[in-house]
């Protein structure tokens, strides 16, 4: 390791915290991170790193137990050594939409963080820091009456996805907003400014309430992507009504930063003392954890990144503002002009893990608890079809929360129509076999990805690896290359489907950071905006120069498959008939 600066990333997730320190070339020196239900569990009631009400759709996260992991992190990382008074800058990713309600005290109280054992932790020091102690979570699904009242607002889906990027959604921030505001009116009353998760935990550095950030705002249904303002309109409808309702709310939110990098501030004196940070450590915007992701390796044109954690994502960089209702939009974080196309699904790894669970366990207590659940995966043939010409293509949702796209209830559906070209679709009269949901499921969640980003991939220049470019057929419209990343990334037979389905000319990689793609964005931007020339200077130049593929990606599948991949194709009409089918008898009320 040399002596020179080092960077610090973090991410705050659904379940756990992650930090990681990095230097300026990017190598990475130090990690340590907090899991939520094993450090904090019992304490807070939470399970997989949330409370649920479910009677009402609530998820939401206690704010107090994200103080005590930050505390909890930076001494794991004090404990392994890592030399923190290097730390030059700050930044990091969080769990996006998620608010944070700050009291009439919180900015005293921020001003005033000292180290000391007298003066007690975040959590002591911050106790009347906030008018409301938990935070919505992106799973939460109680807001579907705001939803459609913010759909309605601009007249239609498409005019409020033209303009905030996104079709309404129930966990995005807005119509969060305007349903707390409705149910606990004090609480709201009493609330001075109000934060995403990125801004609250970049608060807690600079010791005062941090702007949000340009990319992370694009997922509140407040923010005019063209305009690059708050909507007063869509702030008048989340306040209640009223001129003064939505100018108190924009003072509420207060100012988004434009610029995604520089340096917001010094560091706060409690962690100088505490932790021993240089008091001239600054801190970068932070941003939410999908725009950070995009910032763990440098995509070129057609690349896509499929991240498969508690939700599975699918991201895209294009120039183009082509927004939708069933897809989303936001800001790059760090390049203006550039922005991020994302497909983001609540029943991901969670739904993956209940399928597993329905399969009998590995008799060796010590395999992979996927052991069984890959062994079918890999075994059933693509669609469950063994002979065109007899067997029917298998198709399923497999929801076990409401899902946001497409807006659907929670419900298993399941259905079958012709291999050869998607027609014949009907729903299944008996379930079949639980050992063939092992591969439906992730054809599923890959099925919904390409049906919604077929319009933004085009055909590619490359020719696949074992096939002659003189003979043969043109390539059909895919990505380039597929990035995996997310815990779901170290499952051999969930790449080797999500390689089948999308494709991927180039190949299907991991991005091989042990599972911290969001953290290790997170100080590669922190790079970026303390070594930066100026602010002419790209993200993507400065990065793009130290980045090294070597060691970084791993090849774990050959992607595009032909015949394989063009079979997909030919079911893809029905899947979305499927889906559009369901869609009728059990939306999201």
């Not at 949000?212 to 509140?220: A, Q, Y």
């Not at 076990?400 to 807006?407: G, K």
């Not at 659907?408 to 012709?418: D, M």
């Amino acid at each position: 390791m040399s002596e020179g600066p080092l960077y610090l990333g973090f991410d705050l997730s659904t379940q756990q915290l992650k930090a990681i320190v990095i230097q300026s070339d990017l190598s990475v020196v130090s990690s340590a991170k907090v899991d939520f239900d094993g450090d904090f569990g019992a304490k807070y009631g939470i399970k997989k790193g949330v409370q649920v009400k479910e009677a009402e759709g609530e998820v939401f996260a206690p704010v107090a137990m994200w103080l005590e992991a930050l505390d909890l992190v930076l001494q794991r990382l004090q404990e392994a050594k890592t030399p923190l008074n290097r730390i030059r800058g700050i930044s990091g990713s969080c769990q996006q939409h998620g608010s944070v309600y700050w009291s009439r005290e919180a900015e005293k109280l921020l001003a005033e963080l000292q180290a000391g054992e007298q003066r007690g932790n975040l959590v002591d020091q911050l106790k009347g820091a906030f008018s409301h102690p938990y935070a919505p979570n992106w799973q939460d699904h109680s807001t579907q009456a705001e939803c459609d009242k913010f759909d309605e607002a601009l007249g239609t889906a498409e005019r409020l996805a033209h303009a905030t990027g996104s079709a309404a959604h129930h966990r995005f921030t807005g119509p969060q907003i305007m349903r707390l505001r409705r149910k606990l009116p004090d609480m709201y009353a009493s609330t001075s400014r109000i934060s995403l998760v990125s801004s609250f935990l970049a608060s807690l550095f600079i010791g005062s309430v941090a702007p949000m950030d340009i990319s992370d705002v694009c997922g509140m249904n407040l923010w005019d992507i063209p305009s690059n303002t708050w909507s007063e309109t869509l702030l008048t409808l989340a306040a209640g009504g009223s001129a003064e309702g939505a100018a108190d709310l924009k003072v509420k939110l207060g100012e988004v930063r434009l610029d995604g990098g520089g340096s917001m501030g010094k560091i706060s004196p409690y962690f100088v003392g505490k932790y021993g940070f240089s008091p001239d450590c600054e801190i970068a915007p932070f941003t939410g954890d999908n725009p950070a992701t995009i910032l763990a390796l440098p995509l070129r044109p057609l690349d896509a990144i499929v991240s498969l954690g508690t939700s599975t994502t699918f991201l895209m960089i294009t120039p183009v503002y082509k927004p939708d209702p069933s897809y989303h939009f936001f800001n790059h974080p760090t390049t203006p002009g550039q922005y991020m196309f994302m497909l983001c699904y609540k029943n991901g790894g969670l739904a993956r893990e209940k399928v597993r669970d329905s399969l009998p366990a590995p008799s060796n207590s010590s395999a992979d608890p996927w052991e069984t659940f890959n062994r079918h995966a890999l075994s059933t043939p693509p669609l469950d079809v063994s002979s065109p010409e007899t067997d029917k293509a298998k198709l399923g949702l497999y929801f076990y929360l409401p899902e946001i796209v497409p807006n659907i209830s929670a419900g298993t559906w399941r259905y079958e129509c012709s291999a050869a070209d998607g027609s014949d679709l009907q729903p299944v009269s008996q379930p079949w076999p639980v050992e063939k949901d092992a591969r439906i499921i992730v054809e599923s969640q890959a099925l919904s990805m390409r049906l919604r980003s077929q319009n933004l991939v085009s055909t590619p220049p490359a020719t696949p690896s074992g096939t002659s470019s003189s003979s043969s057929a043109p390539l059909p419209a895919q990505p380039r290359r597929i990035y995996l990343v997310g815990g779901g990334s170290l499952n051999p037979a969930i790449a080797r489907i999500m390689g089948d389905v999308l494709g991927g000319v180039d190949g299907v990689y991991k991005l091989d950071v042990g599972g911290n793609a969001c953290a290790l964005g997170g100080a590669y931007k922190a790079v970026w905006a303390f070594e930066r020339k100026d602010e002419t200077e790209t993200f993507d130049e400065l990065i793009g120069k130290r980045w090294k593929e070597e060691g970084a990606i791993r090849k774990v599948d050959e992607g595009y498959k032909r015949g394989v991949f063009e079979g997909y194709g030919n079911v893809l009409g029905a899947f979305g008939e499927m889906e559009g089918r369901v869609l009728e008898v059990a939306r999201n009320k």
